[in-house]
């Protein structure tokens, strides 16, 4: 069964605007992972936090972690048609195992 | 981060017939992954792949479905076997190093069993 849940399944906007998608999860947590899959292809991973960290940044993505609520979520600032993609979070519930287990996933439209 | 190449990229199979996917990496690892994701679906761990020893399979996953090899370091094989239409997927490799947490993905193989 899936960890986590991500909300929502999919979200069409317009260039240049913020996109946030959130993830909920279900036990506690080694870190939580983003990636990014264009049309079926190869995950692009995005960015890790770990459970001890609130809050991430990399180039115009944010992702927060709040684990009393077990939920992340992803922001994807000044949003480009480039953006378009599906998005995965994936926890990893082991401190050495590194088995992920992945979100249902959010598509992402980015309209010119 | 690793570089991860997959052979092949995709195929359309005949049912009944097993296919072997390849996953090479540049640099030697630690871990070493395999993920199915079905059409239109999130990815699913099938197994851990051990070097030298027999992989790891999650509930679900036997090795007589999906045979893994992993002979060194730095290259993995599964091989879907018997097929049927309902083994049509991407299949994913991915790797991690140990000490480290990010897992980095290949491009996947997209099947296509008839």
């Known amino acids: 069964s899936q960890q986590g849940e991500e909300d929502p399944q999919a979200l069409s906007i317009q260039e240049g605007e913020n996109a946030t998608m959130n993830c909920s999860y279900k036990t506690s947590i080694n870190n939580l992972q983003w990636y990014r899959q264009n049309s079926g292809r190869g995950l692009v991973h995005l960015i890790l936090?770990?459970?001890?960290?609130r809050e991430k940044h990399s180039g115009r993505l944010r992702v927060t972690l709040d684990t009393s609520k077990k939920s992340s979520s992803l922001l994807i600032t000044a949003s480009r048609a480039a953006d378009t993609a599906s998005y995965f979070c994936a926890t990893d519930v082991t401190a050495a195992g590194n088995k992920l287990t992945f979100g249902g996933g959010t598509r992402v439209l980015v309209k010119p | 981060s690793a570089v991860i190449s997959q052979k092949p990229s995709r195929d359309i199979c005949q049912r009944g017939t097993s296919l072997t996917i390849q996953c090479q990496v540049d640099?030697?690892?630690?871990?070493m992954f395999w993920y199915r994701q079905q059409p239109g679906q999130s990815l699913t761990l099938i197994a851990t792949a051990n070097q030298g020893s027999e992989a790891t399979y999650e509930s679900g996953f036997v090795i007589d479905k999906f045979p893994i090899s992993r002979p060194n370091l730095t290259f993995s094989t599964l091989t879907v076997s018997n097929m049927s239409p309902e083994d049509s997927s991407i299949y994913l490799c991915?790797?991690?190093?140990?000490?480290?947490?990010?897992?980095?993905f290949g491009p996947g193989t997209r099947l296509t069993v008839l």
């Open positions: 936090i770990r459970s001890n960290e």
């Open positions: 640099s030697q690892v630690t871990m």
């Open positions: 991915s790797v991690a190093s140990q000490g480290r947490d990010t897992q980095y």
